[in-house]
Every structure is written in C-alpha cells, then in structure tokens.
C-alpha cells in the first residue's frame, strides 16, 4: 500500500504534537511497517484512512495503540553498564535513613527500572527506605514492565548471582524465562507519563535516568522536557541522560559530573 508524502506529514505532525517524537521523512518506511498491522487489523484500504480513524474522538485506544507502535523500544537490562557502575559508588557513600526516590523516565519494557531497583536494593542499608517510579508514554511497554516476565536469553546483563537473588526461575510451562521477584515489585511503581506535557506533581527525586529517549526530540522539545526534568530533582540531586547524549547549552544549571551524568546545585 502507498503512503503519499503527504499523509506521512500528517502522521509525523500528529506524532510530534501528541508526544514530542520527531519522525523525520526518512522513518517513512519505518512508519509505513509499523502501522501497516494497523490498517489489516481495521481492514482498512489507506494509510489516508487510517488517519481519519485517528481523529475520531471515540479512538483513544487506537490512538494510544499508534503511540506504542511509533515509539521505539530497544533496551537491555544493564544498558550502558557504566552508569550503574557509577550509581553504585553514589549510594556506597549514601546516609543510612536518607531516603532515596529515583524516577525511570522511559521505562520502556522494564529492564532499565529493574536493573535500577536491583543495585538499590543491593546498595542500600536495610534502614534506607527506596522507592521507584518508572515510567513512559507506551501503556503497552509499561504493561509489559509491570509484568516483570522476560525470556531468559534476554537477561545476559544481569549476571548469575544477581539473577538468583532477585529473580524467579521459571519451571516448566515457564521454562527459558524469569519473573521479577516480590521484594523488588514492592518498590517500584509503574505510571504513564508523556514527558512532552506538563508533568504531574511526582518530584522531588534524587536520581532520574532519562536514557535514549532526548535523542527522538527536536531541539525545542528536548530544551523543555529537560527543564520539567531538572524542576523534579531535588537540590544535589542528579539527572542520567544516555552517553549518545548531551545536555550541552540546555541547562545552564546542571553541572556535568561524569558521562552523561549532570548534578543539579
Ligand atoms: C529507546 S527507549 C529507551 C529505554 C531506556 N530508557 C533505555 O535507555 O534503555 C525510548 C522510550 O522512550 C519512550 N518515549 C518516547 N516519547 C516519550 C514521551 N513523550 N514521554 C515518555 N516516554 C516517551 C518510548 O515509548 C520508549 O519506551
């Protein structure tokens, strides 16, 4: 099926105004695979049509379905291994009883949020209370992070020891994968949040890891949604953005601490 350059217009535009997402004219093969499902699944003869769908009021859901599918999702538990490293070391030196909240503010599938909640909980004293927010603009990535259920070569990242701790083995009908165990369940909490609207009152937070997500914002966009962010932290408290970006002429107020890490004064 064709898709003009005009339609795709429309789609970008409306991705844009609906959640920030820049999709450039080269994503339209991208976009053309992603909502093709789309328009079998309605039965629906155009790309054209499949717009028009979108604006009707009584579409939420399908609107929200074309948000999941023109989101990108790829992580990995442990992505980017430096910034753990570097966490670990913050909360090595962390009070015993200064309480600690970190917010996941693209929690994608899950596995930057678990494998943020398994260093806290093997950092922290037991006297320390933690608590995370994960969120993400996908209702269908942070339904699959809640679940916490992934397949067992997907894990590589976490490492034996870790996954013993922290993770159910699944038997049986469940073999080849692993549930996220109760103890670390208890403290992270999932909510849908657009990064490109105002946010809800959730702050402060110590740490927020805002990971591979700025890089799919154009310049205006990623300036507020930086500026919300930094609104959220409390003082002292630090902003993680992905080593493929930067903050660089954004912030005036973070100072870069390590790569890709900026403390807020
Ligand atoms: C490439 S993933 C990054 C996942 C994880 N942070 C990491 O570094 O591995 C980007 C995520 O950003 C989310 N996202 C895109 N636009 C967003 C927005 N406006 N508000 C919140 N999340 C958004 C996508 O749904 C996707 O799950």
Redesign the pocket.
């Known amino acids: 099926m064709l898709l003009t350059d005009d339609t795709f217009s429309r789609f970008s535009l409306w991705m844009r105004e609906r959640?920030?997402?820049h999709l450039p004219p080269s994503k339209k093969p991208l976009l053309m695979q992603r909502l093709g499902k789309r328009l079998r699944a309605r039965s629906l003869d155009s790309y054209e049509d499949y717009f028009e769908v979108l604006r009707q009021q009584e579409e939420e859901q399908e609107r929200q379905i074309a948000?999941?599918l023109l989101?990108?999702?790829?992580?990995?538990f442990f992505?980017?291994p430096a910034h753990f490293a570097w966490l670990e070391s913050l909360l090595q030196d962390w009070p015993a009883g200064t309480p600690l909240s970190l917010w996941?503010?693209?929690?994608?599938?899950g596995?930057?949020v678990w494998s943020l909640a398994m260093t806290l909980a093997d950092n922290l004293s037991g006297q320390t209370a933690w608590q995370v927010l994960a969120?993400?603009?996908?209702l269908a990535?942070l339904e699959q992070a809640r679940r916490g259920h992934y397949a067992l070569e997907r894990c590589g990242g976490i490492g034996q020891e870790r996954l013993r701790r922290h993770c159910l083995k699944g038997v049986e009908k469940q073999a080849g994968s692993m549930l996220i165990g109760k103890a670390l369940r208890q403290r992270v909490l999932f909510r849908c949040?657009?990064?490109?609207?105002p946010l809800p009152p959730i702050g402060p937070f110590r740490v927020i890891?805002?990971?591979?997500?700025l890089i799919?914002?154009d310049p205006a966009t990623k300036n507020k949604?930086v500026r919300q962010a930094t609104a959220q932290l409390a003082s002292g408290g630090f902003l993680v953005v992905?080593h493929s970006e930067s903050l660089y002429g954004l912030q005036e107020e973070l100072k870069l601490v390590a790569p890709g890490v900026y403390r807020k004064p």
């Open positions: 959640t920030g997402v948000v999941d989101t990108t999702h790829e992580t990995s992505r980017e996941c503010a693209a929690a994608s599938t596995e930057e969120s993400d603009v996908s990535c949040i657009n990064l490109d609207q890891f805002m990971r591979n997500v799919y914002f949604v992905s």
